[in-house]
C-alpha cells in the first residue's frame, strides 16, 4: 500500500508535519463582495478578519471544486499512490465528505477513503496528524482508520462566539433563529453533536461561558483514557485564547495545551473573537 493522507484548508495541521511527503491539503473557497479566495493559498486569517469587517455583503463559503479534487486525485495516482485517506470537515457543516462518496470508485486502481472527521479546525488536524505519524510507522489502513475512530469518538469542543448571526445567516447552527429570539443577554455555549454545530447551554455572561466551558472540559478530561490533548482555537483574538491556555493549565497542569487559529471558511461562520475549548484523545 501506498498512502497519500489528503485534507482541507480548515484542518489546522501541527507544524511538524506541514510539509509531510504523503501529505495533500485541498483548498476551500471563500467568496467577499464578489471575490473568491482560496484558504490559506490567497487569504491568511489576519488579513481576512480585516476584509470581513470591511465588507459589504455577508461572505460565503464553498465546497473544494470538484474538478480540482478529481485531478488531485489523479495527480497522486500518476506519483504511484494506491490509496488516499481523504480526512475533511464535518458533513454536518459541509456536504463535501457526501461529494467525495459520490466520486470514490471513479478512479481506476485508486483506493479513495472519505473520512468524515465531524469536527474541524485544530482536532481535525490532530487526526491529519495521527494519521500521518501511524503511516510513518507502518500501520496497516485498517489500524490507522481504527485509530480515528477513537479520536472522533473521544473529541469534544465548545465554543463560545461574540454573534451568532454569522451562524444562523449560513445555516450552521440548528435551530438558530429560535436562538437569536429568545437570547437577550443570554451567552450561549455551542458544541458540536454528530458533526452538526447546536447549543450546548445558555449562560448569563461571557464570563460565566468561559467558567462554564473550562469546567466541562475538566469532565471530560476526568471521563477519558491519558494520554488527551486540549486545545484553545481563536478566530484573531490571540490575546484571550492566551488567557484561557493559562487557566486551563492552571486547573489541569498535566495536560497538554496548544493554542491554534479558525482560518477563514470557519471564521466566517463563527465571527470574529469566537473562542474554542476542545479535548481530544490522542
Known amino acids: 500500500m501506498k498512502l497519500a493522507v489528503v485534507t482541507d484548508s480548515t ?15 485541498l483548498p476551500i473557497p471563500v467568496i467577499l463582495d464578489g471575490t473568491t479566495y482560496l484558504e490559506g493559498i490567497d487569504i491568511e ?7 470581513l469587517n470591511n465588507s459589504l ?3 460565503t463559503t464553498s465546497q473544494p471544486v470538484l474538478g480540482e479534487t478529481i485531478s488531485l486525485y489523479e495527480a497522486l495516482k500518476e506519483k504511484g499512490y494506491d490509496t488516499i485517506l481523504s480526512i475533511h470537515l464535518s458533513s454536518g ?19 479513495i477513503i472519505p473520512y468524515d472527521s465531524k469536527i474541524t479546525s485544530m482536532p481535525m488536524g490532530h487526526m491529519v496528524e495521527s494519521a500521518l505519524d501511524m503511516l510513518d510507522q507502518g500501520a496497516t489502513i485498517e489500524k490507522i482508520i481504527a485509530h480515528l475512530d477513537h479520536i472522533r469518538a473521544n473529541t469534544y469542543a465548545y465554543l463560545i462566539v461574540e454573534d451568532l448571526n454569522n451562524l444562523v445567516r449560513g445555516g450552521r447552527l440548528t435551530n438558530g433563529a429560535a436562538l437569536i429570539a429568545g437570547l437577550l443577554k443570554i451567552k450561549p455555549i455551542l458544541t458540536f453533536d454528530e458533526g452538526k454545530i447546536v447549543l450546548f447551554e445558555k449562560i448569563r455572561s461571557s464570563k460565566k461561558a468561559f467558567k462554564r466551558a473550562e469546567a466541562v472540559i475538566g469532565l471530560r478530561k476526568a471521563e477519558m483514557a491519558p494520554p488527551i490533548k486540549l486545545y484553545v482555537i481563536h478566530a484573531n483574538n490571540l490575546e484571550l485564547a492566551e488567557i484561557e491556555k493559562e487557566k486551563l493549565q492552571a486547573q489541569y497542569p498535566d495536560a ?14 463563527l465571527g470574529e473573537k469566537a473562542i474554542g475549548l476542545a479535548i481530544s484523545a490522542q
Open 256 to 269: 497538554t495545551i496548544e493554542i491554534g487559529h479558525f482560518g477563514p471558511v470557519i471564521g466566517t461562520h
Open 57 to 59: 455583503e455577508f461572505p
Open 45 to 51: 486569517p489576519d488579513d481576512y478578519y480585516a476584509l
Open 11 to 25: 484542518a489546522f495541521i501541527p507544524e511538524r508535519v506541514r510539509d509531510h511527503q504523503d501529505l495533500y491539503v
Open 93 to 111: 457543516i459541509s456536504g463535501f465528505i457526501s461529494t467525495l462518496f459520490s466520486i470514490k470508485d471513479e478512479i481506476d486502481g485508486m483506493t
